[in-house]
């Protein structure tokens, strides 16, 4: 259910005009990219000391109205009023130094600095408030703030561990942390949670509970429906740059929010059928690597979906890498239509009918300076190829095709991958793979960051897929996409399975008991 926000009822809504009730008012706000106008005439009110929800579907203009508000755009037309001032943002520094901050959908850690470093780039506590000494970053303080701030979030990672070494969802709940450690009045949280698991998820909204109370306001963007109602207490929707409603969260229900974000009803966000299973495709016995998982067994066979769930660091990803030949196996074997699977690297995995969707688009699944044709066809070249040239008539056949298939929202083939939002992005990625002569396809969170339109698409185009005998692996932190798209669920807890379930056994309960140690 909804949750309402203020029992005055007129008091509650964000179009209501009265002078001091906002702490930010953007309005009539326009931004133009080469060929595409992002933003046309858009309008956001947000209440202090509340959660505001901004929707709209991949491409609507969230992400680049909240960069915009952040100091990363400027605006083309508007005006910004933030705390009571015109607000006229030149950088991001600008935009922290008035209490504004950010974490972003696509993550930009500093690599190569520890999750103190990263936490706290660019304001470092020093050895001495002035002198010499002032020039000399206070580690040891530095250390112990983190861990302070870690602890306070219930994070047992440690300061000094380098970005690098942690996971995609591990690096998202750092900068996490660090949005929260500025102090800010307005923060700005663009899919927090599109990598983290259900346990993580209630750590955030304890701590967004927590700055509500202390009059943080909280803009919100999610593509997950159980969230929205779980926090929001305003919601504001967009579609295609342009404001579409608003109004207090208790005026809104799910089948309200979807019409408004697509322009269209959404009849089952999860399209699962029910289709014939047929051999052991993917076999994997006693695999293991070392320091990360050990004794790893579970099947996938044709036409079936197998969702592999778990908390963060309990191993699903590695065993994908591993898989895929990202990584070496350690121990084990990993069979592939009853034939022992030699990959040593992807390019052998792809040449053995091996896919695989990776949770980090930028880093391992596109080539950002490139364009959208080139992506999609970039692990198929051989279909396009006649001798020593790529065809580019049947490149931009085959782009168009996905294009359409996959609603990617782009002015033409030929733009820049960089350019879109993340998640037609991660349409892009999918796309490159669809056209492969596939046998196992592995989603490594297949939908993150994906509007709730272009999930059960997504979510349409797996059940084609397995219908037509493909074996599908898929990691996912989302509980209900794992409940309601998988066949059988195979539940992790710290490297190792610890059960699995039948699609009548699972349930969210049952997957968490699994997923934390215990039994079904």
Same mark, same amino acid.
């Given at each position: 259910?909804?949750?309402?926000?203020? #029992?005055?009822?007129?008091?509650?809504?964000?179009?209501?005009?009265?002078?001091?009730?906002?702490?930010?008012?953007?309005?009539?706000?326009?931004?133009?990219?080469?060929?595409?106008?992002?933003? @046309?005439?858009?309008? %956001?009110?947000?209440?202090?000391?509340?959660?505001?929800?901004?929707?709209?579907?991949?491409?609507?203009?969230?992400?680049?109205?909240?960069?915009?508000?952040?100091?990363?755009?400027? =605006?083309?037309?508007?005006?910004? =009023?933030?705390?009571?001032? &015109?607000?006229?943002?030149?950088?991001?520094?600008?935009?922290?130094?008035?209490?504004?901050?950010?974490?972003?959908?696509?993550? #930009?850690?500093?690599?190569?600095?520890?999750?103190?470093?990263?936490?706290?780039?660019?304001?470092?506590? &020093?050895?001495?408030?002035?002198?010499?000494?002032?020039?000399?970053?206070?580690?040891?303080?530095?250390?112990?703030?983190?861990?302070?701030?870690? @602890?306070?979030?219930?994070?047992?990672?440690?300061?000094?561990?380098?970005?690098?070494? %942690?996971?995609?969802?591990?690096?998202?709940?750092?900068?996490?942390?660090?949005?929260?450690?500025?102090?800010?009045?307005?923060?700005?949280?663009?899919?927090? &949670?599109?990598?983290?698991?259900?346990?993580?998820?209630?750590?955030?909204?304890?701590?967004?509970?927590?700055?509500?109370?202390?009059?943080?306001?909280?803009?919100?963007?999610?593509?997950?429906?159980?969230?929205?109602?779980?926090?929001?207490?305003?919601?504001?929707?967009?579609?295609?740059?342009?404001?579409?409603?608003?109004?207090?969260?208790?005026?809104?229900?799910?089948?309200?929010?979807?019409?408004?974000?697509?322009?269209?009803?959404?009849?089952? =966000?999860?399209?699962?059928?029910?289709?014939?299973?047929?051999?052991?495709?993917?076999?994997?016995?006693?695999?293991?690597?070392?320091?990360?998982?050990?004794?790893?067994?579970?099947?996938?066979?044709?036409?079936?979906?197998?969702?592999?769930?778990?908390?963060?660091?309990?191993?699903?990803?590695?065993?994908?890498?591993?898989?895929?030949?990202?990584?070496?196996?350690?121990?084990?074997?990993?069979?592939?239509?009853?034939?022992?699977?030699?990959?040593?690297?992807?390019?052998?995995?792809?040449?053995?009918?091996?896919?695989?969707?990776?949770?980090?688009?930028?880093?391992?699944?596109?080539? %950002?300076?490139?364009?959208?044709?080139?992506?999609?066809?970039?692990?198929?070249?051989?279909?396009?190829?006649?001798?020593?040239?790529?065809?580019?008539?049947?490149?931009?056949?085959?782009?168009?095709?996905?294009?359409?298939?996959?609603?990617?929202?782009?002015?033409?083939?030929?733009? &820049?991958?960089?350019?879109?939002?993340?998640?037609?992005?991660?349409?892009?990625? %999918?796309?490159?793979?669809?056209?492969?002569?596939?046998?196992?396809?592995?989603?490594?969170?297949?939908?993150?960051?994906? @509007?709730?339109?272009?999930?059960?698409?997504?979510?349409?185009?797996?059940?084609?897929?397995?219908?037509?005998?493909?074996?599908?692996?898929?990691?996912?932190?989302?509980?209900?996409?794992?409940?309601?798209?998988?066949?059988?669920?195979?539940?992790? #807890?710290?490297?190792?399975?610890?059960?699995?379930?039948?699609?009548?056994?699972? #349930?969210?309960?049952?997957?968490?008991?699994?997923?934390?140690?215990?039994?079904?």
């Amino acid at each position: 259910m909804p949750t309402a926000i203020n #029992s005055a009822k007129d008091d509650a809504r964000p179009d209501a005009s009265a002078s001091g009730r906002f702490v930010l008012e953007m309005t009539d706000i326009t931004k133009s990219f080469p060929g595409v106008l992002a933003l @046309d005439g858009m309008n %956001l009110k947000v209440r202090p000391g509340s959660v505001h929800v901004l929707v709209g579907e991949n491409g609507a203009g969230k992400s680049t109205l909240m960069k915009i508000l952040s100091g990363v755009y400027t =605006i083309d037309g508007g005006e910004i =009023i933030f705390a009571g001032e &015109t607000l006229s943002v030149q950088d991001t520094g600008a935009a922290l130094a008035r209490g504004i901050s950010m974490i972003h959908q696509e993550l #930009s850690p500093v690599l190569d600095m520890t999750i103190a470093e990263n936490i706290f780039l660019g304001r470092e506590p &020093t050895m001495a408030a002035t002198g010499v000494l002032s020039k000399f970053v206070n580690f040891q303080k530095m250390n112990a703030d983190t861990r302070s701030l870690l @602890d306070r979030l219930g994070l047992s990672f440690d300061p000094e561990t380098r970005m690098r070494d %942690l996971s995609i969802a591990a690096m998202q709940l750092i900068e996490i942390v660090k949005a929260i450690s500025r102090q800010a009045s307005l923060v700005i949280m663009d899919e927090p &949670t599109s990598a983290i698991s259900d346990t993580e998820v209630a750590m955030l909204f304890r701590q967004i509970a927590d700055l509500k109370a202390n009059g943080v306001a909280i803009i919100y963007i999610t593509h997950k429906m159980d969230e929205i109602f779980q926090i929001a207490d305003d919601i504001t929707v967009m579609r295609d740059g342009q404001f579409v409603a608003a109004g207090p969260a208790s005026e809104y229900d799910a089948g309200k929010v979807i019409s408004q974000m697509v322009g269209r009803t959404i009849s089952s =966000i999860f399209p699962k059928e029910v289709v014939p299973i047929g051999d052991v495709v993917l076999s994997v016995e006693g695999i293991g690597r070392d320091g990360v998982f050990q004794d790893v067994y579970f099947d996938v066979r044709a036409g079936e979906i197998v969702g592999l769930a778990g908390l963060i660091g309990a191993g699903r990803t590695e065993v994908a890498r591993v898989i895929f030949g990202l990584d070496r196996l350690d121990e084990g074997s990993i069979w592939l239509n009853g034939v022992q699977l030699q990959a040593s690297s992807p390019s052998d995995a792809i040449k053995q009918g091996i896919a695989m969707v990776s949770e980090d688009r930028k880093a391992e699944g596109l080539v %950002l300076c490139r364009s959208v044709a080139e992506n999609i066809s970039l692990a198929n070249l051989r279909k396009f190829a006649s001798g020593l040239f790529i065809s580019e008539r049947q490149e931009e056949s085959a782009a168009q095709r996905m294009i359409k298939m996959l609603r990617i929202k782009t002015p033409d083939s030929a733009m &820049t991958v960089e350019n879109l939002s993340g998640g037609n992005q991660q349409k892009i990625v %999918l796309a490159k793979w669809l056209l492969g002569d596939l046998k196992l396809l592995i989603l490594d969170e297949p939908t993150r960051g994906i @509007d709730v339109g272009s999930k059960s698409e997504i979510h349409r185009l797996m059940t084609d897929f397995a219908r037509q005998g493909l074996a599908i692996l898929m990691i996912s932190s989302e509980l209900p996409e794992v409940l309601g798209m998988s066949d059988r669920v195979v539940v992790m #807890s710290q490297g190792r399975v610890t059960g699995e379930l039948t699609r009548s056994e699972a #349930s969210q309960e049952s997957i968490m008991r699994l997923a934390t140690g215990g039994h079904a």
